[in-house]
């Protein structure tokens, strides 16, 4: 079946350091891959996403590539700030329009 | 704004008592989903619903229930039947004839603590 893997956390980081977060999925067909980010005590928020292989998301100065190839979606940034601290998602759809999540990854910064 | 919406932010109830979570969108959105979230654990999708007045069962449903009378809301009952009901719940919605299919908006979730 689908399911997603995440490295595990927590990852902490002093500011300014460069960010991955490694994720790899097991799915059928083509699914729309997605990061979320969960801010303490807050609901998810979509981070990036990406629908086909190739394609790149980016947003806030974070970047993921589909990788079809490698089966991976990683998570990258380039100067991470305190303000980066909280857990990452990473997520495909299902056929059905489901979302399958990883076990998700706390990031802390550290100024 | 657009967005949805979780009452209450925080939930107490005495173990043997059913509880009901609201969650309200005004997305225009068909599909609505739950979610339980267990610390340090990844999201587990309890019930979701592609359209008003059915829903679908998912990985964990036992001990819970749900109704969709109207598009915008999907309240999720959890019953004393529920054996380990203390945990964050979620909820979310997306879109399946517009925008991005599968994109899920999320709610700032209910914390529910049974004692």
């Known amino acids: 079946g689908n399911s997603v893997t995440q490295m595990e956390g927590p990852v902490t980081l002093s500011e300014e350091a460069f960010l991955t977060i490694n994720c790899t999925y097991t799915?059928?067909?083509?699914?729309?891959l997605f990061w979320y980010v969960q801010y303490p005590g807050e609901g998810l928020q979509l981070l990036l996403k990406?629908?086909?292989?190739?394609d790149k998301g980016s947003n806030k100065g974070f970047e993921a590539t589909y990788r079809k190839e490698t089966t991976s979606f990683h998570l990258e940034k380039g100067s991470v700030q305190v303000s980066d601290s909280a857990v990452y998602f990473c997520?495909?759809?299902?056929?059905?329009?489901?979302?399958?999540f990883g076990q998700g990854t706390e990031l802390s910064v550290k100024p | 704004d657009g967005g949805i919406t979780q009452s209450p932010k925080y939930l107490f109830r005495k173990e043997g008592q059913n509880v009901t979570l609201s969650c309200e969108q005004n997305?225009?959105?068909?599909?609505m989903y739950w979610y339980r979230q267990d610390p340090g654990q990844g999201l587990r999708l309890i019930y979701y619903?592609?359209?008003?007045?059915?829903?679908q069962k998912g990985d964990i449903a036992e001990g819970y229930s749900v109704s969709r009378e109207k598009k915008e809301s999907f309240p999720l009952t959890v019953t004393s039947a529920q054996k380990n009901p203390t945990a964050f719940y979620l909820c979310?919605?997306?879109?399946?004839?517009?925008?991005?299919?599968?994109?899920?908006?999320f709610g700032p979730g209910t914390r529910l603590t049974v004692t």
């Open positions: 619903s592609q359209i008003v007045n059915d829903f």
């Open positions: 799915a059928t067909g083509y699914p729309s």
């Open positions: 990406a629908t086909k292989a190739d």
């Open positions: 979310a919605s997306s879109s399946r004839t517009s925008g991005s299919p599968y994109e899920q908006y």
């Open positions: 997305l225009n959105h068909d599909a």
């Open positions: 997520a495909l759809s299902d056929p059905g329009g489901k979302l399958i």
